[in-house]
């Protein structure tokens, strides 16, 4: 009934930037916070971002200074801005967020999109 669907990931440099977006599609009546995710190999999936329906975010200590994450409402989209990129940051990024539907909530997750960060 919902899902998210993710793009922008690739290679990049180290010191690099990536874009990435999420863009959330169905019978959607509201959105809640909004989150990106990151899984790399041999580790748990972490929360890397988040941002409410009214603007508030956090972030995980290690990107603070360089990710910023951003959402349009009207357009049920959230982006993540990645700056000065590391190799470290090398993971499937995943987008998440509450979803009001058809009377209950979903908390679905995207494919997830790769991110290699790589000299």
């Known amino acids: 009934q919902v899902q998210l669907v993710e793009s922008g990931g690739g290679l990049v440099q180290p010191g690099g930037s990536l874009r990435l977006s999420c863009a959330a599609s169905?019978?959607?009546?509201?959105?809640?916070?909004m989150g990106w995710y990151r899984q790399a190999p041999g580790k748990e999936r972490e929360l890397v971002a988040a941002i409410t329906t009214g603007g508030s975010t956090n972030y995980a200590d290690s990107v603070k200074g360089r990710f910023t994450i951003s959402r349009d409402n009207a357009k049920n989209m959230v982006y993540l801005q990645m700056n000065s990129l590391k190799p470290e940051d090398t993971a499937v990024y995943y987008c998440?967020?509450?979803?009001?539907?058809?009377?209950?909530?979903?908390?679905?997750w995207g494919q997830g999109t790769q991110v290699t960060v790589s000299s």
């Open positions: 998440n967020a509450v979803i009001g539907s058809r009377g209950t909530y979903f908390a679905p």
């Open positions: 169905g019978s959607i009546f509201s959105i809640n916070t």
